[in-house]
């Protein structure tokens, strides 16, 4: 199973982008790279996946290198509502019987400062 | 489209008891991951469910088990509970099994052990 690896936290000033990056580099072929949001008190919520380059909706953007071993994920113009942990996830795709875990490392916790 | 519930949302129980809590996936949604989140261990992975079959199990003792019915609908049981026990329980579904599904994931359960 792939780890990541995160900043515990970052801050920041609203208006501002913020790039969180997560190390993984025992990616495999097959995995996938997923970031979630958890805001305090509710399950996480998926922002975005992609496996390779870039990738863009209209909330965030992911950037992967060529090697796949990290991501960074960037929030255009963070506001106080974007205040949450965000976690960094390495899944395989075509998980064989038994095999297939998502595993959700510490995240990191974004504060937006006024 | 509802999104995922879970059942009950709070719950106080005894140490040596059990307890069972209830997920129901967003429709059309086969495959059910439960997870556990404390603050020492973050979320942890407990085990994942497609088409009533258990697919793979994180790494917690035997007194945690869980089901999935025809429905898709999934429980999870904690038997002879222990103080360590007490956590946010998470359910989430999915299309199919893989990294490349978005999970949504449920309120959480919010168990207490005294």
């Given amino acids: ?114 | 489209k509802a999104g995922v519930t879970q059942t009950p949302r709070y719950l106080i129980k005894t140490r040596g008891q059990q307890v069972t809590l209830s997920c129901s996936p967003i429709s059309g949604h086969r495959s059910v991951s439960w997870y556990q989140q404390t603050p020492g261990q973050g979320l942890q992975f407990l085990f994942e469910y497609f088409s009533e079959t258990q697919r793979n199990k994180g790494n917690f003792p035997g007194r945690f088990s869980g089901r999935q019915f025809s429905n898709s609908r999934s429980e999870m049981n904690v038997s002879t509970l222990e103080l360590g026990d007490s956590a946010l329980y998470l359910c989430a579904s999915s299309l199919a099994v893989g990294s490349s599904y978005e999970q949504y994931f449920g309120p959480g359960t919010r168990l207490t052990v005294t």
Avoid at chain 1, 59 to 83: E, N, Q, Y
């Fill in chain 1, 1 to 114: 199973l792939a780890k990541t690896t995160q900043p515990i936290s970052m801050d920041s000033y609203e208006g501002q982008e913020v790039n969180i990056t997560c190390s993984h580099n025992n990616i495999a072929t097959n995995d996938y790279i997923t970031w979630y949001q958890q805001f305090p008190s509710q399950g996480p919520r998926f922002i975005i996946q992609g496996y390779k380059t870039k990738v863009t909706n209209e909330v965030a953007s992911l950037f992967i290198p060529a090697d796949r071993k990290s991501s960074t994920l960037s929030l255009p113009r963070v506001s106080l509502s974007d205040t949450a942990v965000y976690y960094c996830l390495v899944g395989d795709m075509y998980p064989g019987a038994g095999s297939y875990q998502l595993t959700f490392g510490k995240g990191t916790k974004l504060s937006v400062i006024p």
